[in-house]
């Protein structure tokens, strides 16, 4: 994340101040369901019948009254809508929060594009990665996808702005590809978030590796956190990578926040607590008094719930080398990740380590 110490210190006032309030960090609105591609792992693929829409001063207005910290513009894929360009314009305060992330699967980017979204106010570009390869057109279902990712991202991170980075969702089928992928990362200039699957979207538990893969699993994200303290570019702290892990071992992670730290806007404007639950409300605070009071669901741990449930000593932790970055101007030691908002390369507690395989096998 390329930001300036004085919008870090301005993010981590309004998560505390909202925290306080009952309102979301993050919002994801998703302008439309439509998607170019039809991946494995989601619900969205392909065209949507009838999709109502709101127009861009309308996502523009719901974003001025939750006053989210971060506001991401998903999909379906987004740049989809040729509209795209208005809603960022109409959605983003520069200089000023929220933080606005283009969220794609790149099939439609261009540098053309990418300097049109930067200048309507996107601060921060996250392309979604599954495979370091060509398995990731066959993934998505998009012929040339990785060969067009090749080029472009490439491109777009030699301009040298630092606002691209890819996510990637770990899944059974890629868990062995996670060093591949932080190597392309380097390659690419960029940085790698990662994120967990979660079954609900498509209702297959296939995605989520069997116990018997853990120990692979476990080794893979090792293999990760090494490349991490070694200097390579990944996002996600050690600590937040050990919660994934867990949440494979034990199948969940109790304490959603969903509808109160993060929450989703649908096409039509409607308020969905995740991606992955159907229920719309009207407003939050219906959602709050009729779904996350009484919300017991555990079964996804994507990157949104890692981030935004974090305590604050939790953030400050896993940000501690951009914050000394950024308020100290403080040189990064040698070997340390190159990536801003990275986590600290500290030796995990009790508490981080990470679970042993007899809780997976429980
Ligand atoms: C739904 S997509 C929308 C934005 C855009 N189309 C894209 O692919 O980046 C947002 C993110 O959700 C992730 N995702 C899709 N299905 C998932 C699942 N079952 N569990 C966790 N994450 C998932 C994707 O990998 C992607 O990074
Ligand atoms: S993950 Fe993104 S690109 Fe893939 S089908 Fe879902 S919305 Fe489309």
Known sequence: MNITARLALKMLARGIRNKFAQLPLSVSFEVTHYCTANCWHCNWGGPVKGESRLQAEDYAAICRELRPAVSHISGGEPLARGDVYEIARAMANPGDLPWMVLVSNAAALTVDKYWKLREAGINQFSI??????????????????????????????????????????????????LPAMVELARRWNTSINFSVYSPLRVNDENGLPRPDQLQEVRDC?????????????????????????????????????????????????????????????????????????????????????ANTEKTLADFLADNREMLLERFFKRRRPPGRSATPLTGPDRQPSAQEEPPRKSMAAG
Not at 246 to 254: K, S
């Open 128 to 177: 979604s990665l599954d495979f370091p390869d060509e398995r990731h057109s066959e993934f998505r279902r998009i012929p040339g996808l990785f060969e067009k990712m090749d080029r472009v991202i490439p491109e777009i991170t030699a301009l040298g702005n630092g606002d691209l980075s890819l996510n990637s969702c770990i899944t059974a089928w890629n868990y062995r590809d």
């Open 221 to 305: 994200f090792q293999r990760v956190i090494d490349m991490k303290k070694a200097g390579f570019p990944v996002y996600s702290s050690e600590r937040v990578m050990w919660k994934y892990y867990r949440f494979f071992t034990e199948r969940g992670i109790p304490g959603c926040q969903a509808g109160r730290r993060f929450l989703v806007i649908n096409p039509d404007g409607a308020l969905t607590p995740c991606a992955m639950v159907w229920a719309k409300y009207r407003s939050q605070r219906d959602m709050l008094r009729e779904f996350t009071a009484n919300n017991t669901c555990e079964s996804c741990y994507i990157s949104t719930r």
